[in-house]
């Protein structure tokens, strides 16, 4: 575990995974935040934010929750919540003092007002400008599956999602799940990982062992 000290990862959930009876999310972030490890979770409205702050905090005492208007954390660019450089200061100020951020998917607007934002955009780009070493992203199909062959997609490289999540047969969350992973990677993310956060730890499992029960992005850096 020692490699993993200070290490972050933003963990993308979805409401499935938090409303699984047996769901294992915060007890999984809670164990790596005891191991040196610095979680970041993108909720996917304000509504589930507050609720799993209040879910992690009855063990935890750890959660803070924050809009994209906190710290300034997430500019809007334009109207429709595209996000701007991603201001990390209350990211790292909270994750140095143990904390975990969680995030509602909003995004600071040019007149100063809360402007929704896609929450998948959200977590590839505060991932890459924390420099995480994973990014992962909580879908209920559970990874990629190969329509040809109905087989779990285990790995691809950003050009390979990219192509993949323009397929009009797959669902269209997903796809943007994929294409957002594929984004994290090419700025720099270590690895994106599309999971069924359902699976009990499977946010361990998919940081800590080289084991896959969904599908990984991974490539090297976007210098285009």
């Known amino acids: 575990m020692q490699g993993l000290w200070n290490s972050t990862i933003v963990v993308r959930v979805d409401e499935e995974s938090l409303a699984c009876e047996g769901a294992t999310v915060a007890r999984d972030l809670a164990f790596l935040v005891e191991r040196g490890v610095r979680p970041i979770v993108v909720a996917p409205s304000p509504a589930v934010a507050k609720s799993y702050v209040r879910t992690m905090n009855r ?3 750890a959660a803070v929750g924050l809009s994209g208007c906190d710290g300034a954390l997430l500019p809007a660019a334009s109207a429709d919540g595209k996000i701007a450089a991603v201001q990390v200061g209350i990211l790292r100020t909270l994750t140095a003092a143990g904390y975990v951020p969680v995030i509602e998917p909003t995004a600071l607007g040019i007149g100063g007002d809360d402007v929704d934002a896609e929450p998948d955009d959200i977590a590839a780009a505060i991932a890459a400008a924390t420099e995480a070493s994973r990014a ?3 879908h209920a199909a ?32 997903l796809c943007t799940a994929i294409r957002a992973a594929a984004r994290g990677v090419r700025a720099g993310v270590g690895a994106a990982q599309i999971v069924d956060g359902r699976v009990a730890h499977a946010a ?7 084991r896959h029960i969904g599908t990984q992005v991974t490539g090297g850096v976007f210098l285009g």
């Open 59 to 61: 063990t935890a005492n």
């Open 136 to 138: 992962i992203f909580f």
């Open 142 to 173: 559970g990874g990629v599956v190969d329509p040809e062959s109905a087989s779990l997609v285990e790995e691809l490289t950003a050009a390979e999602a990219f192509a993949l999540a323009d397929r009009p047969d797959l669902d269209a969350g």
């Open 204 to 210: 361990v499992v998919e940081f800590l062992t080289s």
